[in-house]
């Protein structure tokens, strides 16, 4: 019964690529002309986002709002990008495309949205933070896998919301994490779905292979130290959020990087502190 439901589930995840609100190649092609190593132009830039007026509109709106308290008023998207730099811009796009896949769909009762984000840009910021102390990876490509991380929860609470409800249940039962609870309770667990959206939506390894082992980086086969890095940021959100001193995974991680765990802790909590979140939060609900 299970297997059959959750075989369904994932022949339809294909499928989310239509309820984006403009076109997922956009993604693609927009990461490429971003990275670090791109030869691509502002007017490149412009010229993708310009071929969904909607997009450009909302970005346009973004970056002259509150949240980003620019001095001039930002009339193109190529002025967008050359103020904000092209890491914002391709996290805007990103984000945007994920609010827009809830604007589609009614998420159960218990899905807090607003923690949701919250937690994803947490984990986006630390990742991005720690990247720059262990020198491995690039920063912004790290934020915005963090930012994509758990995008797996907010699809299963789309597309299954009596599933993902039986899985919380489940959780406080077995007084678990959530990702045990969903591997006992299908087989699978969020981090596999987020994946799999991920690719399908054609975005590359450095992102979607982070995304599918965040949760046991040890058996990544590729992007481990990406994996281990997010699998860092998250568990350290998770023990403030919870209140605990540290975790036994918290120092394992920091120990695989030698890091001193005092240190990330305060980093860690800087971060939970810090205005930015409120401002992000500002600009998706």
């Not at 022949?11 to 609100?21: F, G, N, Q, S």
């Not at 599933?163 to 919380?168: C, G, K, P, S, V």
């Not at 406080?172 to 959530?178: F, G, I, K, L, P």
Request: charged fraction near 25%.
């Amino acid at each position: 019964m299970y297997q059959e439901r959750v075989q369904k589930f994932l022949k339809e995840l294909p499928t989310l690529r239509e309820d984006l609100p403009f076109s997922p190649t956009l993604f693609k092609t927009l990461f490429e002309q971003t990275g670090g190593d791109s030869m691509s132009s502002l007017e490149d830039i412009a010229e993708t986002m310009s071929l969904d007026q909607g997009l450009t509109t909302r970005v346009l709106s973004l970056a002259n709002s509150a949240y980003y308290g620019l001095q001039a008023e930002v009339s193109s998207v190529k002025r967008a990008a050359a103020v904000l730099g092209l890491s914002e811009i391709r996290n805007i796009v990103l984000s945007l495309g994920v609010k827009g896949l809830t604007e589609k769909y009614s998420l159960p009762e218990g899905f807090d949205y607003a923690s949701y984000w919250r937690h994803q840009y947490l984990v986006a910021s630390l990742s991005a933070q720690i990247c720059r102390e262990v020198g491995e990876g690039v920063p912004a490509t790290l934020f915005t896998a963090g930012l994509l991380h758990d995008i797996g929860k907010l699809v299963m609470a789309m597309r299954r919301p009596d599933d993902w409800e039986a899985i919380q249940e489940l959780r406080e039962d077995r007084e678990c994490s959530e990702s045990e609870a969903e591997d006992e309770y299908w087989g699978l667990d969020h981090a596999v779905v987020g994946s799999l959206v991920l690719k399908y939506w054609d975005l590359p390894s450095e992102l979607v292979e982070p995304v599918n082992w965040h949760h046991v980086p040890a058996l990544a086969p590729e992007q481990q130290s990406a994996a281990s890095i997010i699998c860092l940021a998250n568990a350290l959100v998770h023990c403030l959020d919870e209140s605990e001193e540290c975790s036994e995974e918290v120092i394992d991680a920091c120990g695989e990087f030698r890091l001193d765990v005092e240190e990330i802790m305060e980093l860690a909590q800087e971060t939970v502190e810090s205005d930015d979140v409120e401002h992000f939060l500002s600009m998706l609900i």
